[in-house]
């Protein structure tokens, strides 16, 4: 073991192949444990960037902190990028967007966007759009695959012209060569598509149609809408409110305490879903859906689309059916106990307030 690697404290619940390359104690490590920090496995990328903090916190940098090794696009450099890959939001909130001069072309410009702060970095890497194709179908430590696709020139531009007005909006600071990034994404004057999901789904067909082969709750499974809300404080104020129902000892008829439950919800989905993150929620199922279509998953994007249009609707918060799930679903992870590993749902109406916690009565 080195020198730097017996100055490295660790927390003991590391994953042990995270453990192994942090104990290495190394440039070379402290820089894999930086792109393992990317992964789209949340459990990995957590585990990773706990580990890289402790090497920082032993003074050992990756080799991507090094400005020597990164630079920020130029101007003259970002001029003919021509393919963009991104991916659908990740569970920390955070879009991935590579975008390079070729599919397989090296250095590309990788940005991270989060719908809360905006443009979060801008920096040159050694991975092409394919390899992050390839690290988002096969992610490491046995993780599912997470949905990402190449989407247009135009789209990228978009994204990050967004991107940083968030970020201006919140007072942020803007990464270094990110608006010459944005001037080398400028589309041609003869472009068409503008990189919008309603560009390729028409607004009418998405409000119409059905969708009779997916509800709520299909699409949640097959793609986890985990924002960074509700936080655990705002989880420990409406809890306690359910478990009074939930654990009740008064006789009621199923009717009835659903009823109250359902009160106890639209309480807590208005409290917690603020303007800000109905918002950041739309926001994320258009990109997302944008991402699905590009992915081959047609009947995703249309009901990712279809509950962003919802989300824009005026009227009460809570019977908007995503804001609604969302909120929802968390309430009824914190209220399930540890070894209740039996999920149910309440979606017989999709166009209605979507899942309701059901919990046994105990």
């Not at 879903?273 to 990109?287: F, G, I, S, Y």
Request: aromatic share 4%; with cysteine; glycine share 6%.
């Amino acid at each position: 073991m080195t020198e730097p690697a017996r100055s490295v404290r660790l927390p003991p619940d590391l994953p042990e192949a995270i453990r192994d390359v942090a104990l290495q104690g190394t440039t070379e490590a402290a820089t894999r444990l930086a792109e393992m920090g990317a992964s789209p496995d949340r459990r990995t990328a957590k585990a990773a960037r706990t580990a890289l903090f402790a090497l920082r916190r032993a003074g050992i940098e990756p080799a991507s902190a090094s400005r020597s090794e990164i630079q920020p696009p130029s101007q003259a450099r970002s001029d003919g990028f021509a393919v963009a890959f991104m991916t659908a939001a990740l569970d920390s909130g955070i879009r991935l967007l590579a975008v390079a001069r070729s599919a397989a072309g090296t250095p590309a410009v990788m940005v991270q966007i989060s719908e809360e702060r905006g443009l979060l970095s801008c920096r040159e890497r050694s991975i092409s759009p394919a390899e992050l194709q390839d690290k988002c179908a096969n992610p490491v430590a046995g993780g599912e695959p997470w949905p990402a696709a190449f989407v247009p020139i135009t789209a990228a531009h978009r994204a990050i012209a967004e991107a940083l007005e968030i970020t201006r909006s919140c007072g942020g600071m803007i990464p270094h060569g990110a608006r010459s990034l944005l001037a080398g994404l400028t589309p041609p004057d003869d472009a068409t598509d503008g990189g919008t999901i309603y560009e390729v789904v028409s607004r009418a067909s998405v409000a119409d149609d059905p969708l009779e082969r997916m509800t709520l709750r299909h699409y949640l499974e097959r793609n986890p809408v985990v924002p960074t809300w509700p936080t655990d404080e705002e989880v420990e104020v409406w809890v306690p409110k359910l478990q009074a129902v939930v654990q009740s000892r008064i006789v009621m008829t199923p009717a009835i305490g659903k009823s109250r439950i359902d009160s106890i919800l639209d309480e807590a989905v208005s409290a917690i879903v603020t303007e800000d993150r109905r918002r950041q929620l739309v926001h994320r199922l258009e990109w997302d859906a944008l991402v699905f279509w590009h992915a081959g998953e047609q009947d995703l994007a249309r009901m990712a689309a279809r509950h962003a249009q919802q989300g824009k609707r005026p009227g009460p918060v809570h019977e908007w059916a995503m804001a609604r799930a969302v909120v929802s679903l968390r309430l009824t992870e914190a209220l399930r106990p540890a070894d209740d590993d039996d999920e149910e749902y309440d979606d017989e109406d999709q166009d209605g307030p979507g899942p309701t916690i059901i919990v046994p009565g105990r």
